[in-house]
């Protein structure tokens, strides 16, 4: 098994910074894409960011794009999601989730953590 701990949430002012970290513990692969989902009350969960293993390949949601930055620490098995100039409408709980292989971009996740509550208050 994988364990997921995402951390860094809070609140902030719109306008802030956050920085989410989630490292990976339990079990080792040798090549794994890691991304960001968020949800908010009543909608449905979506993906904000992606980065494949190499940290090469990166995706983000247009809603994000330009505010957000994906990076990972393979040594540590982490990835960061740095975000700036957060809005209201970035408000949610946001969960990491890691696919294992190589695949580019994955389409499915094979875990994925608690979840972090992300407020950004007007």
């Known amino acids: 098994q994988v364990q997921l701990v995402e951390s860094g949430g809070g609140l902030v002012q719109a306008g802030g910074s956050l920085r989410l970290s989630c490292p990976a513990s339990g079990r080792t692969f040798t090549t794994y894409s890691m991304g960001w989902f968020r949800q908010a009350p009543g909608k449905e969960g979506d993906l904000v960011s992606a980065?494949?293993?190499?940290?090469?390949?990166?995706y983000y949601a247009d809603s994000v794009k330009g505010r957000f930055t994906i990076s990972r620490d393979n040594a540590k098995s982490t990835v960061y999601l740095q975000m700036n100039s957060l809005k209201p409408e970035d408000t949610a709980v946001y969960y990491c989730a890691l696919k294992v292989g190589s695949r580019w971009p994955p389409y499915e996740y094979d875990y994925r953590g608690q979840g972090t509550q992300v407020t950004v208050s007007s």
């Open positions: 980065i494949n293993w190499t940290g090469g390949s990166t």
